[in-house]
Each structure stands twice: as structure tokens, then as C-alpha cells.
């Protein structure tokens, strides 16, 4: 019997507890987290309503709500363009704000997206090419992860998110409800 319980202890150590006592795979390290500052900056307008523009989000809409949204390329934004456009105009009467900035893609084809995908309230950026490596560090942004995007509110990031997919989509939408205007 002692030999039994010897035999079991040892297989459950060497099996059962490097399962057990795995962790969970880490989601990427991208973006701000809870509770970090976010801080200036001036992305090109694409599309939207501030197409043609380097207006700072942070600037212009201050301690408002916004869903700040960085996708690593066209491929990426595409999955993201419709959802968040939606989220955009849900709220068009309210504080919160939405912008998309794809990390690379050329703008005729980011015209291509907004036309494709009706944008219009969206906000559609891209970095600014002579100030692109220090926005993506002020913003912890990883350009190899597909997405990453922040809700922040009075410059400080309540929630974000990293490598969302087509099924995630709803938690934005959730996260966002609160902020939808009173009638």
C-alpha cells in the first residue's frame, strides 16, 4: 500500500501538477494598461471627421470617453472597421468617441476600407511617419500583435484589450454601453 501511494504521489507530481500548476498563456504585452495615463499625440486622419487633419484625440476631446482602437495592418483594421463604426454611431449623440489607427497600410487603401465599410464617424489614422516609434512607445503599442485597444475616460485607461478576434467584438460593445447617451 505504502508503495501504491509512493507510486501515485510521484505520478501526480510529475503529471498532474505541471498541469495544474501551469499558467494560463499570457495575453501579448501591448497597449496601456488599467490605470496608466494616456498622453498626446497626432495621428493623419484618413477618414472619418477629421479626415486631412493631425488632430490629437486626447487634445480635442479631453477628459471624454474614448475607444481607441491600433491595428497592425489592413487585414486587421477590416475585422475591426464595421464594429467600431457601429460603436461610433451608436454613440453619435453622446461623449464617446472612436478611433482606428492601422499601423501599416497606405491611405488610398484606408480610403478604400472607409468607402468599403461607410465610415463615417469613425475616426481612421495611421501614425504619423517622422513620429511613429515614439507614439507607438508612448502607447506601449507591439506592431506584431493584430490589435490592441483601450477605453480610457479622463485620461486614465479603464480597460483594454489585446489580439481580439471577430467573436471578442461584443466586449467592446459592452464596455462601451455606459457611456451611451441618456434620452
Known amino acids: ?3 501504491f501511494l509512493m507510486v501515485s504521489t510521484a505520478l501526480w507530481v510529475a503529471f498532474g501538477s505541471s498541469q495544474a500548476l501551469a499558467a494560463p498563456p499570457a495575453r501579448p504585452a501591448s ?3 488599467k490605470g496608466d495615463e494616456v498622453s498626446a499625440w497626432e495621428p ?3 477618414a472619418g471627421p477629421y479626415a486631412g487633419t493631425k488632430t490629437c484625440p486626447v487634445c480635442t476631446f479631453l ?3 474614448l475607444l481607441l482602437a491600433f491595428a497592425k495592418d489592413l487585414t486587421a483594421a477590416e475585422v475591426l472597421a464595421k464594429p467600431l463604426e457601429a460603436i461610433a454611431d451608436a454613440h453619435a ?3 464617446l468617441r472612436v478611433v482606428l489607427v492601422v ?3 497606405p491611405d488610398d487603401k484606408l480610403r478604400k476600407l472607409a468607402d468599403d465599410n461607410k465610415i463615417r464617424r469613425l475616426m481612421l489614422c495611421r501614425p504619423d511617419a517622422e513620429r511613429r516609434a515614439k507614439q507607438l512607445a508612448a502607447y506601449k ?3 506584431s500583435v493584430t490589435n490592441t485597444v483601450m477605453l480610457y475616460e479622463g485620461y486614465i485607461v479603464k480597460q483594454s484589450w489585446v489580439a481580439l478576434d471577430a467573436s471578442d467584438l461584443l466586449k467592446l460593445r ?3 454601453d455606459p457611456f451611451m447617451p441618456k434620452r
Open 93 to 95: 449623440a453622446g461623449k
Open 44 to 46: 493623419v486622419h484618413v
Open 103 to 105: 499601423l501599416d497600410a
Open 141 to 143: 503599442i507591439d506592431a
Open 63 to 65: 477628459e471624454a470617453p
Open 174 to 176: 459592452v464596455a462601451t
Open 31 to 33: 497597449g496601456l494598461s
Open 1 to 3: 500500500m505504502v508503495r
